[in-house]
């Protein structure tokens, strides 16, 4: 079954759609936030994105009919490496598909780690994405920043305080997944004994990058909620899932929880 290879061919329509439609100029301005510099001395900055009323963006698990960000931070100096957090995201539902991102824009905190926290930081970033809004359009940035060491930019910790809460801050009190073959992969299913958030979308990633995740379906059992994907290796070829390396995201409209981990029941 090649379900990755239908996305493309999918996103390959849309993009196509709207060539010569708009320019990205008119729908998206992005910019480096420098931050400041942490007490384990790290930097905190910032990438935020500014999108045209009604545009939006995708998280990164956008849905199969959504395009993910891909970040490129080689040419920066003094980074040793990047670490994106990702603020709750919203679902929309468009034709019939459902995609995750951001609807008018959005500041992902970028925390990076210098080789010699001594020194200056150059975080330098290209960045491809999607935006869409009737029709999608690919987009490219390469932005610059020396990173500063001063106080903390409010704009960067609104976005920090949106991100996902923990399964124990969100009053979970287990969690466990089934794995199942299926006849090209794997079905995953958890059961989440976690309080309603009211309505809710249920997203799986694994650590695995080579490694397709269908929608999530799910629904409450007896106050439990149950939620299920398929896994599909991009090669065809069978693979053990690691249970340690799966996020299972909640997204509600009472706020967002991530959990790390699912194990056996």
């Known amino acids: ?13 849309a993009f196509a759609t709207s060539a ?10 992005a910019d480096l936030l420098p931050g400041w510099q942490m007490q ?16 939006k963006t995708y998280w990164r698990s956008p849905g199969e009919a959504g395009i993910p960000p891909l970040f490129n931070w080689s040419g920066s100096v003094n980074v040793k490496s990047v670490r994106v957090h990702w603020p709750s ?6 034709n019939g598909m ?18 010699d926290a001594s020194k200056p930081v150059e975080l330098r970033a290209g960045v491809d994405l999607g935006v869409c809004k009737d029709i999608c359009m690919p987009a490219a940035v390469q932005l610059s920043a020396v990173l500063a060491t001063g106080g903390a930019d409010p704009a960067i910790k609104a976005a920090l ?22 006849a090209d992969g794997l079905r995953l299913t958890a059961a989440l004994d976690l309080p309603q958030r009211g309505a ?16 999530a379906t799910s629904e409450r059992v007896g106050g439990r ?5 398929d896994l599909v290796a991009s090669s065809g070829a069978p693979f053990a899932l690691d249970r340690s390396g799966v996020v299972v995201t909640v997204l509600g409209a009472g706020g967002s929880v991530e959990i790390a981990g699912c194990p056996a029941p």
Not at 20 to 29: G, K, R, S
Not at 200 to 215: I, S
């Open 1 to 13: 079954m090649l379900k990755a290879p239908i996305f493309a061919l999918c996103a390959a329509a």
């Open 20 to 29: 010569f439609a708009t320019t990205q100029d008119e729908v998206l301005q």
């Open 40 to 55: 384990n001395g790290h930097h905190m900055a910032g990438l935020r994105l500014q999108l045209a009323p009604e545009w």
């Open 89 to 94: 995201p919203v679902v929309f539902h468009t």
């Open 98 to 115: 459902q995609t995750i991102g951001y609807h008018d824009g959005v500041v992902l905190p970028l925390e990076v780690v210098p080789l």
């Open 161 to 182: 305080k949106a991100q996902p809460v923990g399964g124990k801050a969100a009053g979970l009190r287990a969690i466990s997944c089934d794995v199942s073959p299926i």
């Open 200 to 215: 809710e979308t249920v997203v799986f990633e694994t650590a695995d990058a080579g490694v397709w995740v269908g929608e």
């Open 225 to 229: 909620l149950m939620a299920s994907a």
